[in-house]
């Protein structure tokens, strides 16, 4: 790996990290020798990247600080379009224009020589067509940023309606479903809704008083007390 690429990863490394990172740990990652990260954490640190830390206990980098946009490896490029082709052929239509134009600003912006890796990936998702719906998925999910109430007409497994007040935090994905996870004020529990079962919904202005990510952690835990760390 050449000493400009390592220079970047180990900014990237320590970026994606809420913790300390050691030089040990760093050298693992990037097949070196812990005396050629502290070469090139000293030469960060000679070029004002703002790192903090001293051998033997971590380094880690100052919020605020980023790099280029654009300064991204092969690696990343395919990861990125990976995930914006399985966001174009799954999300809702607002997301999945955003996807496709995405890979078109990625393809139009990297380097000559990467580009193939955006017009002719390596990697692929297989196609999938989502089950009929009768709710606006882009108004969910704005509903969710803004921790919005929603007023859901519903039909369950056995055909049963119901019309009741939720607080959606989350849209998971599953198979050909897309799945709504939210606080149920009718059940005063968390429940999940199949997005082909609502037959209505509409975004309230009433706020519901929390926040879309302690529910998200509040919810997680509840299912990992019930199915353990499989679920």
């Keep these: 790996m050449r000493k400009a690429d390592r220079l970047f990863q180990i900014v990237q ?15 693992a990652e990037l097949e070196t020798s812990k005396r050629s990260v502290y070469r090139d954490i000293a030469a960060l640190m000679g070029q004002r990247v703002p790192i903090r830390g001293e051998a033997g206990v971590g380094y880690v980098l100052d919020t605020g600080f980023d790099m280029p946009p654009l300064m991204l490896t092969s690696d990343e490029i395919e990861a990125a379009v990976l995930g914006a082709q399985w966001v ?73 309606e119901s019309r009741r007040t939720v607080w959606p935090f989350q849209i998971a994905y599953r198979d050909t479903t897309r799945i709504v996870l939210a606080w149920c004020e009718m059940r005063d529990d968390f429940r999940m809704f199949r997005t082909d079962r609502v037959l209505d919904a509409t975004v309230l202005e009433d706020r519901y008083p929390a926040r879309p990510a302690p529910l998200r952690a509040r919810w997680r835990a509840e299912m990992t007390a019930r199915y353990g760390d499989a679920h």
């Design 88 to 160: 174009a052929g799954r999300g809702d239509p607002a997301l999945a224009r955003a996807a496709r134009d995405l890979i078109a600003k990625i393809a139009a912006t990297v380097p000559e020589r990467l580009r193939p890796m955006v017009l002719e990936p390596a990697v692929s998702t297989p196609s999938w067509n989502v089950l009929p719906e009768a709710i606006d998925m882009a108004a969910v999910r704005h509903a969710i940023h803004g921790a919005r109430k929603v007023a859901l007409h519903y039909r369950d497994e056995k055909e049963a």
């Design 13 to 27: 490394l320590l970026r994606r990290s809420s913790r300390p990172v050691t030089a040990e740990a760093m050298a």
